[in-house]
């Protein structure tokens, strides 16, 4: 049983790059979400996603976008890379209905030049 | 809007001391989730525990407590007989509850890095 699973673990883009940070879990979880932790910071929420379909903004969701095509996979979008998005990115996901915590990946760094 | 406040950033102790890691937070919601989660040097975050706003039973896991006071919005967290394996960010958070009484989004802390020395 993986968890969940980002990809990469590390990345460096340069201004004005796209890519996309990828998180599965196969712990059949309906509520995923995606944080970014700024150096000293804690987590701040940019998107999340309540099921296959259907996508939320949280606090910080501009420069961002989402997508949940299935119940598995989350991807996190940077359409245009800017140095202030410079950060650590973790995808998490929960089950609704037992009040279980929030089981987190393991994080993928990333850098804008 | 929520929020947490851990107005500790750092605390240093020596080894087999005990340390307590203040937590207080704000919240309109009656309903709601309270977590500590532990971040190691190498950067993940590991669950500690989770307490729901109608529960205000301390709790003691092995060296950990817990202690939870609606009265002044406190989830204060204290490890006792500290071992440098503890050394570490830890993050106090908030979960407002959904309409089925689920968690939801946290809301984090900016955490409280401890270092524990031999």
């Known amino acids: 049983n993986a968890g969940v699973t980002q990809t990469p673990k590390f990345r460096i883009l340069k201004i004005g790059q796209s890519m996309t940070l990828q998180c599965t879990q196969d712990?059949?979880?309906?509520?995923m979400y995606w944080y970014r932790q700024d150096p000293g910071m804690g987590l701040k929420l940019i998107y999340y996603s309540v099921g296959a379909g259907i996508t939320d903004k949280g606090e910080v969701p501009n420069g961002y976008n989402v997508s949940r095509s299935t119940t598995e996979d989350f991807p996190l979008r940077l359409e245009l890379a800017a140095p202030s998005q410079t950060s650590v990115y973790f995808c998490?996901?929960?089950?609704?209905?037992?009040?279980?915590?929030?089981?987190f990946g393991d994080g993928t760094r990333l850098s804008i030049l | 809007a929520q929020k947490v406040t851990q107005a500790q950033t750092e605390i240093s102790v020596v080894e087999k001391e005990d340390v307590t890691l203040d937590c207080v937070y704000e919240t309109r919601d009656t309903t709601y989730y309270l977590f500590w989660y532990k971040q190691p040097p190498s950067g993940e975050l590991v669950f500690l525990i989770r307490?729901?706003?109608?529960?205000?039973q301390n709790e003691i896991s092995g060296r950990y407590s817990w202690n939870f006071q609606k009265s002044t919005s406190s989830f204060n967290f204290t490890i006792t007989a500290s071992q440098v394996v503890d050394s570490a960010v830890y993050f106090c958070?908030?979960?407002?509850?959904?309409?089925?009484?689920?968690?939801?989004?946290?809301?984090f802390g900016s955490g409280t890095q401890l270092t524990v020395l031999p």
């Open positions: 958070a908030l979960s407002e509850a959904d309409s089925s009484g689920s968690a939801r989004q946290l809301t």
């Open positions: 998490a996901s929960s089950f609704v209905g037992d009040n279980q915590p929030q089981h």
């Open positions: 307490r729901n706003s109608f529960d205000e």
């Open positions: 712990m059949n979880h309906n509520y």
